[in-house]
């Protein structure tokens, strides 16, 4: 009963803050924040961080860091396992360790349709102290450092042109067979995904609002091709985007959100007027 009752409380206290912080979603941190940077400089005390880690986060990720709370079995997608340090929300290449700053992002941002959620109100040393108690988890960051954080271009504009790109980028990177043709999340391939831990995965749905899982901005989408979600079947594709594509493709995105930005009304104006030019998006656009 006692185990019963601590599981419940642990959950509405992690759902309470789901709720707190929802209005403040549209300001979700990333790594160039100055308050992610700052908290960054800190030195982080790894036994400091434990007390925190059993406050704060022991109940989704257990007290092993393997990902198996006693919540877990409650929770879709499963809470991170610390011990393979493998991370989804990186600026660095795929298949390398994330850097501080993209840790410390990911607490404070928490991870948009998952029991994850913003961590906004932990001091800056709370953040480092946390950081330091979960490198203990995977010898990994005994062995190896962090990636070198991948480059970003400056964003070309956001014309017709572009948009149109990006949207035959789409059909041809075959984005679709996940995501779907209306970036709903229900491509052909949707209900066949697992993660490295077999299980179960969803594909984004851009429909369902302006955030995306490891950010909210346009440049946060672009280092998502970059860097890929390592983890999951969303792979790399630095080798595939060359030049503006990648800014085309964040282009045609956005407007599968519900966005009224001037590019995403002129794009629908657009198509209003010259829709039928369109090939379809999916297999019959092939």
Request: aromatic share 8%; charged share 20%.
């Amino acid at each position: 009963m006692r185990r019963n009752v601590r599981r419940m409380a642990l959950l509405a206290g992690a759902f309470g803050l789901v709720s707190a912080t929802t209005a403040t979603a549209g300001r979700a941190q990333d790594p160039d924040d100055p308050a992610v940077q700052y908290a960054a400089t800190l030195h982080g005390n790894a036994a400091q961080g434990k007390h925190e880690y059993d406050r704060y986060c022991v109940g989704c990720h257990g007290g092993q860091g393997d990902g198996q709370g006693e919540n877990a079995q409650w929770i879709d997608p499963k809470p991170r396992d610390f011990t393979a340090a493998v991370f989804k929300c990186r600026s660095t290449p795929s298949g390398t360790l994330p850097t501080d700053l993209d840790l410390i992002a990911s607490i404070r941002r928490g991870l948009v349709n998952s029991n994850m959620p913003q961590w906004r109100p932990v001091v800056p040393q709370t953040d480092a102290d946390l950081l330091a108690y979960i490198k203990g988890f995977s010898p990994r960051w005994k062995t190896e450092k962090a990636g070198t954080p991948i480059d970003i271009p400056a964003e070309s504009p956001a014309t017709i042109e572009s948009i149109q790109h990006g949207r035959e980028l789409f059909q041809k990177m075959e984005c679709w067979k996940c995501h779907g043709p209306a970036g709903h999340g229900d491509g052909p391939s949707a209900s066949t995904l697992t993660d490295s831990k077999d299980n179960p995965i969803r594909p984004y749905n851009f429909s369902t609002g302006t955030r995306f899982k490891c950010g909210t901005s346009n440049k946060d989408l672009y280092r998502i091709f970059e860097t890929g979600v390592d983890g999951t079947p969303m792979p790399s594709f630095a080798d595939n985007l060359k030049g503006n594509d990648g800014w085309d493709l964040v282009h045609f995105l956005r407007t599968l959100q519900p966005i009224d930005s001037p590019s995403n009304l002129a794009w629908r104006d657009w198509v209003a007027k010259n829709g039928s030019q369109l090939k379809p998006i999916g297999p019959e656009g092939q």
